[in-house]
């Protein structure tokens, strides 16, 4: 019963905070309506995915087809529902996997610094002197155009940036009197990375993790926009790539999956700032 008051008290606390950013609840509210059609796009969709000939080709949004249909006569909403469940999956678990594999390259080489220090910043560097795009279409290339190689494509895109903030946090962090007092306790050095360091880098690996998301699924979009995406999924960048020849008969089908993506973008963004704002003890009163 402790534990459990403690967890709500402390998002109450949270939330007490984070309501005074207005910004960050609409793009909570935002990211939250796009997650719930996403989870429940089978019960609100009206067709399964990529079924064609449910209804005339180009036909305008009407009570039927509220977004309308494309060229094989695809109802556009039942897209949209569906597409929401790949992006938002394929950015969630990249961002997952890149932020693992950042803090374990940032925490090692803040906490021994020196040569490994050096070696593994160095290796960072070699991944963010690349332009992300040029990087993400040679490997979908040379890997394939499926759903497991995108996510590793945007993970190894992404996890660079983690690696640098965590590792910032954690020059600091060791210099701390309770960090000193562990080591000189004798505590291993998982123990002091893992116990010790890294959970107080939290807040900003939080942080760093709903811009990452913002990223992850503009990626995903351009990938699939230009033909290196899992044709076998409906994503919204594939709706786009569907759509760019017929932009000038049927505007909405670019429209529908743009604003998505815009919206999810701004919403993770909006986030980001709302979640700073609790976290930061420098934030503005």
């Given at each position: 019963?402790?534990?459990?008051?403690?967890?709500?008290?402390?998002?109450?606390?949270?939330?007490?905070?984070?309501?005074?950013?207005?910004?960050?609840?609409?793009?909570?509210?935002?990211?939250?309506?796009?997650?719930?059609?996403?989870?429940?796009?089978?019960?609100?969709?009206?067709?399964?995915?990529?079924?064609?000939?449910?209804?005339?080709?180009?036909?305008?949004?009407?009570?039927?087809?509220?977004?309308?249909?494309?060229?094989?006569?695809?109802?556009?909403?039942?897209?949209?529902?569906?597409?929401?469940?790949?992006?938002?999956?394929?950015?969630?678990?990249?961002?997952?996997?890149?932020?693992?594999?950042?803090?374990?390259?940032?925490?090692?080489?803040?906490?021994?610094?020196?040569?490994?220090?050096?070696?593994?910043?160095?290796?960072?560097?070699?991944?963010?002197?690349?332009?992300?795009?040029?990087?993400?279409?040679?490997?979908?290339?040379?890997?394939?155009?499926?759903?497991?190689?995108?996510?590793?494509?945007?993970?190894?895109?992404?996890?660079?940036?983690?690696?640098?903030?965590?590792?910032?946090?954690?020059?600091?962090?060791?210099?701390?009197?309770?960090?000193?007092?562990?080591?000189?306790?004798?505590?291993?050095d998982f123990r002091i990375?893992?116990?010790?360091?890294?959970?107080?880098?939290?807040?900003?690996?939080?942080?760093?993790?709903?811009?990452?998301?913002?990223?992850?699924?503009?990626?995903?979009?351009?990938?699939?926009?230009?033909?290196?995406?899992?044709?076998?999924?409906?994503?919204?960048?594939?709706?786009?790539?569907?759509?760019?020849?017929?932009?000038?008969?049927?505007?909405?089908?670019?429209?529908?999956?743009?604003?998505?993506i815009f919206l999810v973008?701004?919403?993770?963004?909006?986030?980001?700032?709302?979640?700073?704002?609790?976290?930061?003890?420098?934030?503005?009163?």
């Open positions: 019963m402790k534990k459990i008051k403690k967890i709500y008290l402390g998002f109450r606390n949270f939330w007490k905070i984070f309501k005074q950013n207005k910004l960050g609840v609409v793009g909570l509210v935002i990211f939250l309506i796009f997650t719930f059609l996403a989870i429940f796009a089978p019960q609100i969709a009206f067709y399964p995915p990529l079924t064609t000939g449910v209804g005339d080709q180009f036909l305008n949004p009407s009570l039927k087809y509220p977004l309308g249909t494309d060229n094989l006569g695809r109802d556009l909403f039942t897209e949209l529902l569906y597409g929401a469940r790949i992006t938002l999956l394929v950015s969630f678990i990249a961002v997952i996997t890149s932020t693992v594999v950042g803090v374990l390259f940032g925490a090692i080489a803040g906490y021994y610094g020196g040569i490994t220090d050096s070696i593994l910043m160095r290796i960072t560097e070699i991944f963010l002197v690349i332009p992300p795009i040029f990087l993400a279409l040679v490997l979908v290339a040379l890997f394939g155009a499926n759903i497991i190689n995108i996510i590793i494509v945007i993970s190894i895109l992404s996890w660079p940036q983690t690696a640098r903030l965590v590792r910032a946090e954690i020059l600091s962090l060791k210099e701390r009197p309770y960090c000193k007092a562990a080591i000189a306790a004798g505590a291993s990375i893992f116990s010790e360091l890294v959970p107080n880098t939290m807040t900003t690996i939080v942080v760093n993790m709903s811009l990452t998301q913002a990223t992850a699924i503009l990626i995903e979009s351009a990938l699939s926009f230009l033909g290196f995406g899992d044709s076998s999924m409906v994503s919204w960048g594939l709706m786009l790539n569907n759509a760019q020849e017929f932009f000038r008969q049927s505007w909405y089908m670019v429209f529908c999956p743009g604003i998505a973008v701004l919403s993770l963004n909006l986030l980001g700032e709302g979640l700073n704002d609790v976290f930061n003890p420098r934030r503005k009163k």
